[in-house]
């Protein structure tokens, strides 16, 4: 859905540049520095003394406001994050990098001079990966950008589609929004967390980069899309909604068992997007944004992995019956289309490179052991891959790759033939990697893995 661009008058620049700063000056000492205050002063004040200008309609008016410098100053600041966010000051330059939007050209400080600094340059260099399944490393931009990896990936993805400028969506709101989800997901989970809700989000976006899908959706639909990935884990639990079902937990008396962690996730993701400061998506007409908060949820649920097999046949009857052209797809199978996307993204990780993809199965299999524990402390059955006594690692993994992974992405070759032989490619590398594996002790079974040949 297609948008027309109207500019963006001067005094809403300059409102909008002086809210950020008011919000920064706010921040921790560790966060901006003294001198870093300072000269945010001496921007206040320039801006308001450009902003009275603006409106008063001064005979200087047009030469002030067409000043290459202020227009570069303002649309920095307006574009950073309203609230202190990851990698603040890459934001402008990372962001320049996607062929829709324009560069914002001009960063606060131009030095390193904290230790913070030293991972912008970096952190950027590491973004600029962002369409890449095997070069982009999820684990190292958690580090980079100090524990804050789904914010950065969700906002460049959405800046990378160009969906920011084009829905005209409140920066300040979505960051917030984002933060919020990000602390949401801050949990001790080795597997569940905002990690891995980037890594889905950097996979889908990934898949959709540079296909003839893609150009085929509307707006509000890749906008459904990325906010789904980012939230569709968000308060996990760190067990599974059977867990959830046999300890008759709270939140599976209010779901009635029926995808629980799924229904949870949805529901508090649009709990914290109702806070005033958070909802970013009130610019859209009502219309637009029922549209989105019907496909977000119907997003999320379709991640419960009781419903792969549904998911996979009916996506593949509608690819065979309707072809490539999304025009030719009835509202109901293009839902069912979006669903596919998010739910391959999300079991994915096991096809990143085999370095990657070992972090990834060290992870989940500690958080099922886990559950596992906590399921024989109550005296519930236990399935094998959650109890230690019987867990078989390369078993599962094997398994895992076969019946779940391959089948997804065979199937999604009908609409993302490059990103699915990558994937593919990679699953196979995994599957002959496990297949080689002895029955090694947990501990040491991720530390050095054998070389995988042709």
């Given at each position: 859905m297609e948008r027309r661009s109207h500019p963006v008058p001067i005094t809403a620049d300059v409102t909008r540049s002086l809210d950020v700063i008011r919000r920064l000056q706010g921040a921790p000492q560790e966060v901006v520095s003294a001198s870093e205050r300072t000269a945010l002063g001496h921007l206040s004040d320039w801006l308001s003394d450009l902003g009275v200008a603006s409106a008063g309609g001064s005979s200087d008016d047009e030469d002030l406001v067409d000043d290459a410098k202020a227009r570069s100053?303002?649309?920095?600041?307006?574009?950073?994050?309203?609230?202190?966010?990851?990698?603040?000051?890459?934001?402008?330059?990372?962001?320049?990098?996607?062929?829709?939007?324009?560069?914002?050209?001009?960063l606060l400080r131009g030095q390193v001079s904290s230790k913070d600094d030293l991972l912008?340059?970096?952190?950027?260099?590491?973004?600029?990966?962002?369409?890449?399944?095997?070069?982009?490393?999820?684990?190292?931009?958690?580090?980079?950008?100090?524990?804050?990896?789904?914010?950065?990936?969700?906002l460049a993805a959405l800046q990378r589609?160009?969906?920011?400028?084009?829905?005209?969506?409140?920066?300040?709101?979505?960051a917030a929004f984002l933060q919020d989800v990000e602390?949401?997901?801050?949990?001790?989970?080795?597997?569940?967390?905002?990690?891995?809700?980037?890594?889905v989000t950097q996979g889908l976006a990934t898949m959709l980069a540079g296909n003839a899908v893609t150009a085929q959706l509307t707006d509000l639909e890749l906008l459904?899309?990325?906010?789904?990935?980012?939230?569709?884990?968000?308060?996990?639990p760190g067990v599974s909604n059977e867990f959830l079902v046999l300890t008759h937990a709270e939140a599976a008396l209010t779901y009635n068992d029926s995808s629980v962690n799924e229904n949870m996730h949805a529901s508090l993701a649009f709990r914290l997007l109702r806070k005033p400061a958070n909802s970013f998506l009130e610019v859209l007409p009502d219309n637009d944004y029922r549209f989105v908060r019907r496909t977000m949820i119907s997003l999320v649920l379709g991640t419960d992995m009781a419903l792969h097999s549904e998911i996979?046949?009916?996506?593949a009857a509608s690819a065979r019956l309707f072809g490539g052209d999304l025009g030719a797809w009835p509202a109901e199978k293009r839902a069912t289309l979006l669903q596919m996307l998010v739910h391959c993204a999300d079991i994915g990780n096991p096809a990143r490179p085999l370095a990657v993809s070992l972090k990834w199965?060290?992870?989940?299999?500690?958080?099922?052991?886990?559950?596992?524990?906590?399921?024989?402390?109550?005296?519930?059955?236990?399935?094998?891959?959650?109890?230690?006594?019987?867990?078989?690692?390369?078993?599962?993994?094997?398994?895992?790759?076969?019946?779940?992974?391959?089948?997804?992405?065979?199937?999604?070759?009908?609409?993302?033939?490059?990103?699915?032989a990558t994937v593919l490619a990679n699953a196979e590398l995994a599957r002959r990697h496990w297949s080689r594996c002895a029955a090694h002790p947990l501990d040491d079974m991720f530390q050095a893995p054998p070389a995988v040949s042709e």
């Amino acid at each position: 859905m297609e948008r027309r661009s109207h500019p963006v008058p001067i005094t809403a620049d300059v409102t909008r540049s002086l809210d950020v700063i008011r919000r920064l000056q706010g921040a921790p000492q560790e966060v901006v520095s003294a001198s870093e205050r300072t000269a945010l002063g001496h921007l206040s004040d320039w801006l308001s003394d450009l902003g009275v200008a603006s409106a008063g309609g001064s005979s200087d008016d047009e030469d002030l406001v067409d000043d290459a410098k202020a227009r570069s100053y303002l649309h920095a600041i307006r574009d950073q994050y309203a609230r202190h966010s990851v990698a603040p000051l890459v934001h402008g330059r990372l962001f320049g990098q996607s062929p829709k939007v324009q560069p914002n050209g001009v960063l606060l400080r131009g030095q390193v001079s904290s230790k913070d600094d030293l991972l912008e340059a970096p952190l950027a260099t590491e973004m600029e990966k962002l369409d890449q399944w095997e070069g982009f490393d999820i684990f190292e931009v958690a580090r980079l950008s100090r524990g804050r990896p789904l914010e950065t990936v969700t906002l460049a993805a959405l800046q990378r589609f160009g969906l920011v400028e084009k829905l005209r969506l409140p920066l300040a709101k979505l960051a917030a929004f984002l933060q919020d989800v990000e602390a949401a997901y801050a949990t001790p989970n080795p597997y569940h967390n905002s990690t891995h809700a980037a890594d889905v989000t950097q996979g889908l976006a990934t898949m959709l980069a540079g296909n003839a899908v893609t150009a085929q959706l509307t707006d509000l639909e890749l906008l459904a899309l990325v906010l789904a990935a980012a939230v569709h884990d968000v308060g996990h639990p760190g067990v599974s909604n059977e867990f959830l079902v046999l300890t008759h937990a709270e939140a599976a008396l209010t779901y009635n068992d029926s995808s629980v962690n799924e229904n949870m996730h949805a529901s508090l993701a649009f709990r914290l997007l109702r806070k005033p400061a958070n909802s970013f998506l009130e610019v859209l007409p009502d219309n637009d944004y029922r549209f989105v908060r019907r496909t977000m949820i119907s997003l999320v649920l379709g991640t419960d992995m009781a419903l792969h097999s549904e998911i996979i046949k009916d996506f593949a009857a509608s690819a065979r019956l309707f072809g490539g052209d999304l025009g030719a797809w009835p509202a109901e199978k293009r839902a069912t289309l979006l669903q596919m996307l998010v739910h391959c993204a999300d079991i994915g990780n096991p096809a990143r490179p085999l370095a990657v993809s070992l972090k990834w199965t060290a992870r989940i299999v500690e958080e099922q052991l886990a559950e596992g524990d906590r399921e024989r402390a109550l005296g519930l059955p236990s399935s094998a891959i959650r109890d230690r006594s019987r867990v078989d690692v390369p078993s599962s993994q094997v398994a895992f790759l076969a019946f779940v992974v391959r089948p997804a992405f065979e199937a999604a070759r009908a609409v993302l033939p490059a990103a699915a032989a990558t994937v593919l490619a990679n699953a196979e590398l995994a599957r002959r990697h496990w297949s080689r594996c002895a029955a090694h002790p947990l501990d040491d079974m991720f530390q050095a893995p054998p070389a995988v040949s042709e």
